[in-house]
């Protein structure tokens, strides 16, 4: 599933479901009471497969945002402005949509998901593509980055906290001008 806590709260998760189509279909009253979507991907094991690979892309997307971002800063861009422009063309996403404003531009970094477990859903989507023979150079450039993270900040810290690791790496804050300052 998708959404975290927030989306289970609000009976808005997204269910990623593998199995027998009758066994998803019995099982689907009550994915409905509890989330806005439900996926039947395929056979058992197809939900997992596709829950790690939405975390992969999720996480490769708040990467390349977030060194856009700072590059933009470090250019002398509005990173609020920029988020805005990204999310009216092709360079929006989930993560401009609803972490960047929230998380980031804020300051709290303070999305309840933990790094270490979105850099388990990576090695376990790269691994899955080893196995197929498959090379997934940018993901595992990605999951280079995430561990090196990972080892910067530390255990038990939120995901926003990729962003601040780009942040310290690029010697720029993703910050809006006039805003209240804070170390990277």
């Known amino acids: ?31 409905d009471v509890m989330g806005r979507a439900t996926f039947h991907l395929g056979g058992l094991g197809a939900g997992h497969t596709m829950k790690c690979l ?37 360079g929006g996403s989930w993560i401009t949509r609803t972490h960047i404003h929230q998380r980031v531009l804020s300051r709290s970094f303070d999305d309840p998901f933990k790094l270490e477990l979105m850099l388990k859903d990576m090695g376990i989507a790269l691994d899955l593509a080893r196995a197929e023979g498959l090379p997934a150079m940018l993901s595992g ?11 910067a900040r530390g255990p038990g810290v939120s995901v926003s906290e990729l ?22």
């Open 1 to 31: 599933m998708s959404g975290a806590q927030w989306g289970a709260q609000a009976a808005e998760l997204v269910f990623m479901v593998g199995g027998e189509k009758a066994d998803v279909a019995r099982v689907a009253p009550l994915l």
């Open 54 to 90: 939405n975390n992969l892309i999720t996480a490769l997307t708040l990467t390349a945002t977030a060194e856009g971002l700072a590059i933009g800063t470090h250019c002398g861009l509005d990173p609020a402005v920029m988020t805005e422009v990204l999310n009216e063309s092709t």
């Open 141 to 151: 450039a990605g999951q280079q980055m995430w561990q090196a993270a990972h080892l």
């Open 163 to 184: 962003v601040r690791w780009v942040e310290t790496q690029m010697g720029t804050e993703i910050r809006s001008p006039g805003s209240a300052t804070s170390a990277a």
